[in-house]
Structure formats: structure tokens, C-alpha cells
């Protein structure tokens, strides 16, 4: 959790209202949470993987990354994307774009040998909410600012979020 001089959230973290979330309340290192919300992820109205259980990560400053299982995925869809990345907490990821686009944008993101404290994330896949339409219990999340960034901003939460203005420090 977050420390800022003995306090719990930094001053400049915005009050949460009933039912909402800190980014602030989140730990670092992020953890792995089940999740049982319907989460789906769609492009041009064509469903692309759906699920009523999956996992998320939270992580201090940052809206939490929703994973789908492998099975729940319409792989006819994607294709692999060049490139990859590192993330320190979860190992290598390989990236995937829209088979109906494969020179597009990355869309997706898959870690297939996490390292030991996020090995649940083996088969399962994120979505960048800036790229495809993504849905929270039928809320559209809206994307984490920043281009790397793969958060999913709902109503729920409350910020400001890594990746705005202002915010490189952190």
C-alpha cells in the first residue's frame, strides 16, 4: 500500500463515494485478485473473448488489468503481434493484434510463463481498453491515459491514475 508521511492515500488522491475504489488503497507490489464479474471484449460489434470469472491486477496508482482464461477467448480473431515487453512482477509478454488487421494496433497481451507470484496468469489474456471495446459487468471501461498503460477505468474507481499529465514520477 501506498505511504505518503504516515498516511494511507497521497493528499492529492481523490475521495472515493459509496462503492468506489482508491487506486491509492491498491499494493505495490500489485496483487492477483479472482474476480467474478462479466467481463467482455469486443471490435465491430463481433465479440472477441467473454467471461463471468477471471482474474485482475491491482496495482498502487493504477486501474486494475482484467484477464480472461485462454477458453474464453475467439482466437480466430487475433494474431500474433511483433514485438514484446517486460513488466517486473509478471514476467515476458507477448502481444496480439485483430486478424482482420494484423499490421494494427497491439490489442492484447499474454504472459505465457509468469513468474511464480502471478502463475495464475498462465493462459490468460489482456485486452488495451483504448484499442477494443471492453465492458465491466456491462459498463464500457474507459482506457488508463498513457499509450503502454492496459487499465480499465470504471465508475468504481477513484484516482488520478498513473499516466496523466503530470504523473511520470510516480
Known sequence: ??????????????????????????????????????????????????????????????????????????????????????????????????ASYPNGDVIAWRYSDPHPAFAALNDHVSFYPGRVACYVNGERVRPQPGQFYGGWITNELAGPFKGEPGTGHW
Do not use: N
Open 1 to 98: 500500500m501506498w505511504q505518503y508521511c504516515g498516511q494511507a492515500r497521497p493528499p492529492f488522491a481523490e475521495q472515493t463515494t459509496a462503492g468506489q475504489e482508491s487506486v491509492w488503497d491498491y499494493p505495490r507490489p500489485p496483487k492477483l485478485e479472482r474476480c467474478a464479474r462479466e467481463v467482455k471484449v469486443s471490435s465491430d460489434a463481433a465479440v472477441i473473448a467473454q467471461a463471468a470469472d477471471c482474474y485482475r491486477v491491482l496495482e498502487t496508482a493504477s486501474p486494475p488489468t482484467f484477464y480472461l482464461a485462454s477458453q474464453h477467448v475467439d482466437w480466430s480473431q487475433l494474431v500474433p503481434a511483433a514485438g514484446s515487453s517486460q513488466c517486473e512482477w509478471k514476467g515476458l509478454a507477448a502481444y496480439w493484434a485483430l
